[in-house]
């Protein structure tokens, strides 16, 4: 871990000084992170906004007051992006929704296909995520994705080792218990 905030400071006073390919390596450091944050509107939508994450991080480069500072600065960019999408999203569906009333539309039902189980698996785990807090989604991205999640949790979510465990506990407890709720049945 300091390892990495090492080469956060040594990178982003290069990306300072005029070395693209300084940010390039911030990029490549936690990217994955940043994306895991992002998957919340699917993958289409999470890769457009890890993209304007970095885009909008680029451009205030100058805002994290340290590099220790520069994970939570992020992620809390990567909140907010993922936030506006959402909004984003829910705007245009109620205008196509309105637009396809207007227009007498029904939708015709998706031909099942080989993969609809595990795709439904995924979908009630992402959407199970998505019910979690924040911190508590972000404790479950960070231990899965990060070679050394509690180091990482220290800086993200200001947590100490122990209290990082603790929260990982009660976001898998948390995790389970809505992931066994029974879904609800179809309308035969």
């Not at 300072?16 to 509107?41: E, N, Q, T």
């Not at 009630?124 to 231990?143: C, G, K, Q, T, V």
């Not at 995790?175 to 609800?184: N, V």
Request: proline share 5%; net charge positive.
């Amino acid at each position: 871990m300091t390892l990495s905030m090492d080469d956060d400071a040594r990178d982003l006073a290069a990306v300072k000084a005029g070395d693209p390919a300084a940010f390039a390596r911030v990029y490549d450091r936690h990217a994955a992170i940043v994306l895991s944050i992002c998957r919340r509107g699917g993958a289409a939508d999470a890769d457009d906004a890890l993209q304007e994450t970095f885009i909008r991080a680029f451009r205030l480069l100058d805002r994290p007051s340290s590099p220790a500072d520069l994970r939570r600065w992020l992620y809390g960019i990567a909140r907010r992006v993922c936030s506006e999408q959402r909004r984003a999203a829910s705007r245009r569906g109620r205008h196509e929704s309105q637009a396809a009333m207007h227009q007498r539309e029904v939708p015709s039902a998706a031909a099942p296909h080989a993969g609809a189980e595990r795709a439904e698996q995924f979908c009630r785990l992402e959407a199970a995520l998505d019910r979690l807090p924040d911190n508590e989604r972000l404790a479950i991205h960070l231990f899965y994705l990060e070679d050394d999640p509690a180091p990482a949790a220290s800086i993200a979510l200001g947590v100490s080792r122990s209290g990082f465990y603790k929260l990982l506990d009660r976001a898998r407890r948390r995790l389970a218990e809505i992931l066994s709720e029974r879904p609800p049945s179809a309308i035969a």
